[in-house]
């Protein structure tokens, strides 16, 4: 999720807990509900973590990794599809419960702040893209 910022676009990152309780900071995504397509997932996901409407712009790279969900101790393999998205309205105060807090950062910052490797990878790419000229 972007938007143009002061001379540098502006990327909106989520806070949220890990499994162990520990804060991380990362881009948003979650799953599918019934009857969705992963566009339309995606688009649903960003406005219930951020409190933010967007558009798509583009598709990105999936992203798959491996988690163990602790009150089953069973290991999951999780693909997340990633769209680039422009912000088109709303108000990172209207985030829901799941999220502990969304902020706004300059893409170079925000890049820094992530805690995942693989999503500082995918928003350096994001961000190239971002910057070039719409056509």
Do not use: C
Not at 9 to 30: C, F, Q
Request: no cysteine; hydrophobic share 35%; net charge negative.
């Amino acid at each position: 999720m972007f938007r143009p910022g002061g001379g540098e676009l502006e990327v909106a990152l989520i806070r949220t807990k890990n499994l162990r309780g520990k804060d991380v900071w990362s881009l948003p995504k979650g799953g599918r509900e019934e009857g969705e397509d992963a566009e339309s997932a995606a688009l649903r996901e960003v406005r219930e973590e951020t409190g933010l409407e967007a558009e798509i712009v583009t598709s990105l790279e999936d992203i798959t990794y491996w988690f163990i969900w602790p009150p089953e101790q069973v290991r999951y393999r999780k693909t997340v599809h990633l769209y680039l998205m422009r912000a088109t309205g709303g108000d990172i105060a209207d985030h829901d419960d799941e999220v502990e807090e969304v902020r706004w950062l300059p893409a170079s910052q925000a890049i820094r702040r992530l805690t995942y490797k693989t999503d500082r990878g995918v928003l350096q790419r994001a961000a190239e893209l971002a910057a070039r000229p719409q056509t």
